[in-house]
């Protein structure tokens, strides 16, 4: 498995984060600072991956980031407001 997937996986979450919060206007839609950021942040972790021998440590990486993101981040308290 490559860091390709988990970081896809955050860069949905964060952009999804990002317009959920902003109340999904048009200009919410337009912000595209969570997906650059993403799109920056997996080609770094796959330049690591590049590297012989590191693909699982960059894979795990990649994990543990959405892993944080998801504890600590936003989504849990937008998923209990989606709930309600």
Same mark, same amino acid.
């Given at each position: 498995?490559?860091?390709? /997937?988990?970081? $896809?996986? +955050?860069?949905? =979450?964060?952009? %999804?984060?990002?317009?959920?919060?902003?109340g999904?206007?048009?200009?919410?839609?337009?912000?595209?600072?969570?997906?650059?950021?993403?799109?920056?942040? /997996?080609?770094? $972790?796959? +330049?690591?991956? =590049?590297?012989? %021998?590191?693909?699982?440590?960059?894979?795990?990486?990649?994990?543990?980031?959405?892993?944080?993101?998801?504890?600590?981040?936003?989504?849990?308290?937008?998923?209990?407001?989606?709930?309600?």
């Amino acid at each position: 498995m490559t860091p390709l /997937t988990p970081m $896809l996986i +955050l860069t949905g =979450a964060a952009y %999804g984060n990002d317009v959920y919060e902003a109340g999904f206007t048009a200009s919410s839609f337009m912000n595209i600072k969570p997906l650059l950021y993403g799109g920056v942040a /997996t080609v770094l $972790l796959e +330049l690591v991956a =590049a590297i012989p %021998g590191a693909e699982p440590v960059a894979t795990a990486i990649g994990w543990a980031a959405l892993l944080g993101y998801l504890l600590a981040g936003p989504t849990i308290s937008n998923l209990t407001k989606i709930g309600k």
